[in-house]
């Protein structure tokens, strides 16, 4: 079956500190990769995404994410996490109309 | 910005009851996206529609149906509500994508309905 992992269910990380959310996937063909996050109360606001071209992509509010194929890994990455930074993260896939999406990975950022 | 709406933020409905939840995309989106929330399950495809009349089954379509009268309303429709579709449900619009592949693009998605089946 065709998925993406998230495993870990929780991040702790001091502010200040780099932060790394991981990511892997297991669908066939390339796949397109994503990045969302949620705050509590709202829905998925997009970060990042790889179609293709160079492995390492930038997104919204400091965020990039690495990918690499050989791994078939797309690991979410902030050089300075932030208080603010605390939210729920989601891994995505989509390839041929297919939508797949991570169990979420908790962030927690402490002061 | 794009902006998805969804009709409710929190509902509660009894068992067998008919529910349906709204969604509404301004950006002319071609493609719309109901998917469903749970912890530890991440997000899940109901159904998702690439054009007006349009609707193809997601991964968990069983016991629920869709309807796309207009470009711009996606509706989530369960006809029988049971106590294990107590979920978030959250709906997400995106452009038509490469060549008719809805993959590519950014889903943007409404700020969920949070259903209780008693």
């Known amino acids: 079956a065709q998925s993406v992992a998230q495993p870990e269910d929780q991040v702790n990380v001091a502010e200040g500190n780099p932060l790394t959310v991981k990511c892997t996937y297991s669908?066939?063909?390339?796949?397109?990769l994503f990045w969302y996050v949620q705050y509590p109360n709202r829905g998925l606001q997009f970060l990042l995404k790889?179609?293709?071209?160079?492995?390492l992509v930038k997104g919204s509010y400091g965020f990039e994410a690495e990918f690499n194929k050989s791994q078939t890994s797309f690991h979410l990455k902030k050089p300075s996490a932030l208080v603010s930074d605390s939210a729920l993260y989601f891994c995505?896939?989509?390839?041929?109309?297919?939508?797949?999406f991570g169990s979420g990975t908790k962030l927690n950022v402490k002061p | 910005d794009v902006k998805v709406t969804q009709s409710s933020r929190y509902l509660v409905k009894r068992t067998g009851e008919k529910v349906f939840l709204e969604c509404v995309q301004d950006?002319?989106?071609?493609?719309m996206f109901w998917y469903r929330q749970d912890p530890g399950l991440g997000l899940r495809l109901i159904y998702f529609?690439?054009?007006?009349?349009?609707?193809e089954k997601g991964d968990i379509p069983e016991g629920y149906s869709v309807s796309r009268e207009k470009k711009e309303r996606f509706s989530l429709i369960l006809e029988s509500a049971s106590t294990n579709q107590t979920s978030m449900y959250l709906c997400a619009s995106s452009l038509w994508g490469l060549a008719g592949d809805a993959s590519t693009d950014t889903q943007y998605f409404g700020p969920g309905t949070r259903l209780t089946v008693l």
């Open positions: 950006m002319d989106h071609e493609n």
């Open positions: 995505a896939a989509h390839n041929f109309n297919k939508f797949y």
């Open positions: 669908v066939s063909g390339n796949p397109y």
């Open positions: 529609s690439y054009d007006v009349k349009m609707k």
């Open positions: 790889y179609i293709t071209g160079d492995n």
